[in-house]
């Protein structure tokens, strides 16, 4: 459909609570979700929240086979998730270095959740229910955070862990 211009942190439309979806046979929600998609892939992300386009709904998309951005990562299934749900599945957390569209240029390292189950809907609001570890939990941990206003930078925990990709990272190819 069309690549939309992606917000980038300092935008007060990040940091507002998502609304949840109430219609699924809405051609604009299938819009949404084809621009996102478009959007997503133009930026060589692995996921990307409806509010990081301006649109202030409780969608996320996410999934990746292999990403030049996170190069050890294992696959994460292609999935529009909406109205998610989040619960840890216990109290583990780990450490990982995390980016994001809305942050070009920087990374940290976050704590997640190890184990998280995920419930919500897909497009067609068919019933979404996985318990998920490793990557695929940060993913969709990260994603749904911001339909709460929060990007990775608010839940650095240690500043020596942060700064420009291209420091700490210099063997990564520039995206």
């Keep these: 459909m069309a690549i939309r211009e992606i917000l ?3 935008d007060e ?3 507002h609570v998502a609304e949840p979806v109430t219609q699924f046979d809405d051609p604009l929600l299938q819009n949404l979700v084809a621009d996102m998609r478009d959007t997503m892939a133009a930026a060589g992300g692995v996921g990307l929240a409806a ?3 301006g649109v202030g709904l409780q969608v996320v998309i996410f999934g990746v086979g ?3 951005r996170y190069p050890d990562a294992e696959p994460v299934p292609e999935t529009i998730l909406i109205n998610p749900i989040l ?4 109290d583990d957390e780990e450490l990982g270095w995390e980016g994001c569209l809305s942050v070009p240029g920087l990374r940290g390292e976050v704590p997640r959740f ?3 189950r995920y419930r919500g809907f897909d497009l067609q609001g068919h019933p979404i229910d996985r318990t998920v570890g490793g990557f695929h939990a940060r993913v969709v941990q990260h994603e749904c955070d911001h339909l709460i206003g929060m990007l990775f930078p608010m839940r650095v925990r240690d500043f020596r862990r942060f700064g420009f990709t291209e420091v700490l990272f210099p063997e990564l190819p520039r995206l």
């Design 13 to 15: 439309r990040l940091l």
């Design 66 to 68: 292999r990403s030049e």
């Design 87 to 90: 619960t840890p599945m216990a």
């Design 114 to 116: 190890t184990h998280v």
């Design 51 to 53: 509010p990081q386009i």
């Design 8 to 10: 980038r942190m300092g």
